[in-house]
């Protein structure tokens, strides 16, 4: 499993914007993830990237809004979120899984293994 560590969340009026950062520990290539979840929901993928390189990968609801990328020298992934909407009040989690070749880093919560505490995000109209 992968030591992940969170930030950034925290209250916002709708339209405004919350950046959530994410660091782990850099061993090995990997696909890091943000999911996130609603009371009374399913934990439901937001965004992902590979850690070795540049490919991402957006759910439907977060494309046009919501940015994933990443520092290499410090180990750290962003989410960038613009335009936040109320639906979009939830707990974020990171979550990360060793890279296999020839996969590419989705986010099917089912294929994570290592999961960060989660931060608040709350989004007021």
């Known amino acids: 499993q992968v030591p992940l560590v969170e930030s950034g969340g925290g209250s916002v009026q709708a339209g405004g914007s919350l950046r959530l950062s994410c660091t782990h520990s850099g061993y090995r290539t990997k696909c890091v993830g943000w999911f996130r979840q609603a009371p009374g929901k399913e934990r439901e993928g937001v965004a992902g990237?590979?850690?070795?390189?540049?490919?991402?990968y957006y759910a439907d609801s977060a494309k046009g809004r919501f940015t994933i990328s990443q520092d290499k020298a410090k180990n750290t992934v962003y989410l960038q979120m613009n335009s936040l909407k109320p639906e979009d009040t939830a707990m974020y989690y990171c979550?990360?899984?060793?890279?296999?070749?020839?996969?590419?880093?989705?986010?099917?919560?089912?294929?994570?293994?290592?999961w960060g505490q989660g931060t608040q995000v709350t989004v007021s109209s």
């Open positions: 979550a990360a899984h060793f890279w296999r070749p020839g996969s590419t880093c989705d986010v099917d919560p089912d294929e994570y293994n290592s």
């Open positions: 990237i590979h850690s070795g390189g540049s490919s991402t």
